[in-house]
Nanobody, 120 residues
Framework: QVQLVESGGGLVQPGGSLRLSCVAPGSISSIYLMGWVRQAPGNQRDLVAAITSGGSAVYADSVKGRFTISRDNAANTVFLEMSNLKPEDTSVYYC??????????????WGQGTQVTVSS
């Protein structure tokens, strides 16, 4: 079972910043899309941001101008820089990658989720 490892969540006050990281194992040799989704209790998972292997990024309208996604291809890592955080950003954040492993067709692999809580 391939598992991505997330880190960087926590409790932050409104207006604060956090940086999430997500590392994919070295067994994944061909990573295409990397991204982040979030899910609040009782809600569906919503896309936050995604980035292609070439560096093109897309963002949810609700986070544009506040969040920045980036990746380090050599380290199989994707980052999410979050600033000017709002209480409505409170959620569990999950990273994912669309990747190939050996001869296995491209599929999506997920992180375990990290809690982000924005509260005073």
């Amino acid at each position: 079972q391939v598992q991505l490892v997330e880190s960087g969540g926590g409790l932050v006050q409104p207006g604060g910043s956090l940086r999430l990281s997500c590392v994919a194992p070295g067994s994944i040799s061909s990573i295409y899309l990397m991204g982040w989704v979030r899910q609040a209790p009782g809600n569906q998972r919503d896309l936050v941001a995604a980035i292609t292997s070439g560096g093109s990024a897309v963002y949810a309208d609700s986070v544009k101008g506040r969040f920045t996604i980036s990746r380090d291809n050599a380290a199989n890592t994707v980052f999410l820089e979050m600033s000017n955080l709002k209480p409505e950003d409170t959620s569990v954040y999950y990273c994912y990658v669309d990747a190939k492993i050996g001869t296995i067709s491209i599929r999506r692999y997920w992180g375990q989720g990290t809690q982000v809580t924005v509260s005073s």
